[in-house]
């Protein structure tokens, strides 16, 4: 199933990966409220750039301590739809086939969701949470968690290898005949 793609490219993706799993959890270990954000993801952006651009956001100004955690949320699954369209651009490029693009970066999606729940577990400093609360209903609100964040990245990463297949085949079509 993924034999043309080469162990360099695996380990760039796998990297890519990790890096943007991270950004979801340290999003959910804040200690504010701000995961719901995490959870709504795509949903919540175009309110909170309208909200933005009118100047009606609630927390607004630089200096406030929310500012930074929700612009931080804000652009979380944009920025992994970047970074998952430029992992299948470069997979398709090396391989030559649009489809592999789209295959490593569901792969990276998954990879995604796994390294963000040590993240926010550690951020938060859960471990102490597992002797004083029952241990099934904390595994299983951070499973619910985790697997919103698991939509939104599959999300993040379909329209990232969707965006790269579009600029993989544009430029096969803008390529001069040679006869």
Known sequence: MFQRISKSIWLVILLVAVVLGS?????????HNLFLGMIIGWFSIPLMLYQLITGTLEIFSPTDA????????????PIAMLGYGACAYWTAQRTGIVREGLKVVVVAAFVSA??????????TNSFSNF?????????AGMLVAHGFILVHLLISALLGGLIAAGLVRLGRLNRPVVS
């Open 23 to 31: 950004l979801p959890g340290v999003a959910l270990g804040q200690g």
């Open 66 to 77: 929310l500012f930074w955690p929700t612009l931080l949320i804000l652009l979380i699954y």
């Open 114 to 123: 796994l390294v963000s729940i040590p993240m926010e577990v550690i951020l």
């Open 131 to 139: 002797a004083r609360s029952n241990f099934a209903s904390y595994l």
